[in-house]
């Protein structure tokens, strides 16, 4: 099979509904979707249509009410909460509308964090450290903390964070929104190139104009369901 | 350093304030149970030496039941052999003989009863301090065989001074007979223990034995150890060794009941501190952590998110607590340290309280010891990382999404 024609994640019939006080609120009723490697992917729509419940579920950081995920052909709900947190730690990266850095740990830290969780030998994981600092442009900062860089430098380091364990995936909540639009255009262009290059795929949530007319395939969630699907070439 | 390690050591310093407050806390209230232990040991020690080194000696034989009859035909069986042995014993240090009687003490003003203590002055020397306590005339320093050496409070009882004369009556051993001598007062002691000072006279034994009608055979002979942790050992074979042939030997905490129940509640009272302690240890560590945890919910869940098990997160927060016991425990090792080294200098002035039955007569100071420096530190090490499971079990539970939140 084509990789690039590789299901990277299926879902069936997913549906998510919220208890709030004993009343009932549906997040998603009913989304299938399949995701094929390689691609970049926005899943858009208003706020509270359901977008961030559908990445959480898809990352397996969030329990569907009824539904079936696989991820990489994995059926999540046969794996246990330590075998998701090995797929996550192994196949996929997170970029936070907020960076989320750690904010004890210097710029490389953060970036070795993964690396030293999966048991990267030390040498390799500075090569990729190295590696990863230059392709975003932060080379001289990797000894600093993070409230020592500015928001659009955080997330580069947050991107680098993402994909330096080499994930099947990475997921982007946000990514842009609490950056200038310059600097968010800058990341965009990057996250761009990394996916023409290494065939990354980048599946974003998101609201920015931006996004959207960049990705190559756009999802619009509406009232918990997809209202429509669209793949660019 | 691990990666946890790493994480852990500098997340205590996030918030310096809080870091600092809980561990001083923890670190003073360690410092303080190494200086009250240390305190309690001093008095106890020091209660034990003004009760054994005053008169009564670390332990005592005597012919079995004189103790609950107290009647002088009770003696020591084999004396002469006894006190040969030990001469001859590399566990004793100093021994001396004695008769004990009740008798009466008359002077022109006034009569009290008391207990006629006949006495070896060259051997008493050794082992009690009565010598050391004179306060008027001498103890024995001439040859007089009528002298008389008496407490202060009976001399004013008695209205009499060194010179003066008294009467001793006493019951002769077996047949009850009334034997009565002409004394002069040669000594006047002030132990500041009303016991001793108003209710004991000391005459030379051979004196006393001849009232009493004991023809060389004594009551009581007192000792010391060279090591004084033999007469805490009740196991030890030297008290079975000489309570043979009718005789009885006991240490001091046979002796002195209370004194041993004192030495008791030392060690009670430590525990009760310790475990106090360890409570507020176990209260300031889980409310520092769990305020940490709530602070830093949506980075624990990041950190759940990019692939830390439970396992990692709960490892996490059980080093942070031990981090921060480990600082507080070197502060407080280190303060413990200096206040007890200080107060062992200067020393702690309970002169003259009297309390079960003894009166401390110098000043108490701290003793050192490894418990202090080994077993409380590692206690509150243990403590706080068994108490740190708590916060470490909550934050590993969490769920990702709720401490996310807004995010993924």
């Keep these: 099979m084509n990789p690039q024609h590789r299901h990277l994640i299926e879902t069936e019939g997913l549906i998510k509904t919220y208890s709030d006080n004993g009343v009932q609120v549906p997040a998603l009723r009913g989304v299938d979707l399949t995701i094929h490697a390689g691609e970049f992917t926005a899943i858009v729509g208003p706020s509270g249509s359901g977008k961030t419940t559908l990445l959480n579920i898809i990352s397996g950081l969030d329990k569907p009410t009824s539904g079936k995920v696989w991820l990489d052909g994995r059926l999540v709900s046969d794996m246990s909460g330590a075998e998701l947190s090995d797929f996550r730690r192994d196949h996929i990266g997170f970029i936070f509308q907020a960076y989320n850095l750690i904010p004890v740990l210097k710029v490389e830290e953060n970036i070795e964090y993964i690396m030293l969780l999966q048991g990267v030998p030390k040498e390799e994981r500075h090569r990729r450290v190295h590696d990863i600092l230059r392709d975003v442009d932060l080379e001289d900062y990797a000894h600093r903390y993070p409230n020592r860089l500015s928001g659009g430098q955080q997330q580069r380091v947050a991107i680098a964070r993402a994909m330096v364990s080499h994930p099947l995936m990475i997921l982007a909540d946000e990514p842009t929104a609490n950056l200038d639009s310059k600097t968010g255009a800058d990341l965009l262009d990057m996250m761009r190139h990394l996916n023409a290059e290494h065939g990354m795929t980048f599946i974003f949530s998101t609201h920015d104009r931006m996004i959207v007319d960049k990705a190559k395939r756009v999802i619009v969630i509406r009232d918990g369901i997809v209202a429509s699907d669209e793949t660019r070439n | ?408």
């Design chain 2, 1 to 408: 350093m691990s990666l946890y390690s790493r994480l852990a050591w500098r997340n205590i310093f996030r918030n310096k304030r809080r870091t600092y407050i809980t561990g001083i806390a923890v670190a003073v209230g360690l410092a303080a149970l190494m200086f009250l232990d240390a305190l309690y040991i001093g008095m106890a020690d020091n209660m034990i030496a003004a009760a054994t080194a005053s008169f009564t000696g670390e332990a005592q034989i005597h012919g079995r039941d004189f103790l609950l009859a107290r009647d002088a035909n009770l003696t020591v069986a084999g004396s002469e052999r006894l006190l040969a042995d030990l001469r001859n014993d590399t566990l004793v240090k100093a021994f001396t003989p004695r008769t004990l009687s009740q008798g009466m003490v008359t002077s022109a003003a006034n009569v009290n009863p008391v207990l006629l203590v006949g006495v070896r002055p060259d051997t008493e020397r050794a082992l009690s301090q009565m010598d050391d306590v004179i306060e008027a005339g001498d103890y024995f320093g001439g040859n007089d065989p009528q002298n008389i050496v008496i407490g202060r409070k009976l001399a004013d009882l008695l209205e009499v001074g060194v010179g003066d004369r008294v009467v001793v009556t006493v019951s002769r051993a077996g047949s009850g007979e009334l034997s009565q001598d002409l004394f002069r007062v040669s000594g006047i002691y002030r132990f500041n223990t009303d016991d001793l000072d108003d209710g004991l006279a000391f005459v030379r034994i051979e004196k006393a034995q001849d009232m009493l009608g004991l023809a060389g055979r004594v009551n009581e002979i007192a000792l010391s150890f060279k090591d004084p942790r033999v007469s805490q050992d009740e196991t030890h074979p030297f008290w079975t060794d000489y309570s043979t042939g009718g005789n009885e030997a006991l240490g001091w905490p046979r002796l002195f009941p209370a004194l041993k129940s004192v030495y008791q509640m030392t060690t009670a009272a430590s525990l009760i501190l310790g475990l106090l302690l360890f409570t507020v240890v176990a209260l300031g560590i889980v409310n520092t952590m769990f305020m940490s945890i709530y602070e830093r919910m949506f980075e624990f869940g990041v950190l759940r998110a990019v692939g830390t098990r439970p396992g990692g997160i709960r490892r996490l927060v059980i080093l942070e607590a031990g981090s921060l016991a480990l600082l507080s425990i070197a502060l407080g090792v280190g303060l413990g340290f200096l206040v007890t080294l200080i107060v062992s200098l200067t020393g702690v002035n309970y002169q003259n309280i009297e309390f079960a039955g003894v009166t401390i007569k110098e000043l108490i100071y701290p003793v050192f010891h490894l418990k202090q420096y080994v077993i409380f530190p590692a206690g509150v090490l243990l403590f706080t990382l068994l108490v740190g499971l708590y916060p470490a079990g909550f934050a590993a539970r969490m769920s990702v999404t709720r401490a996310m939140k807004r995010t993924m």
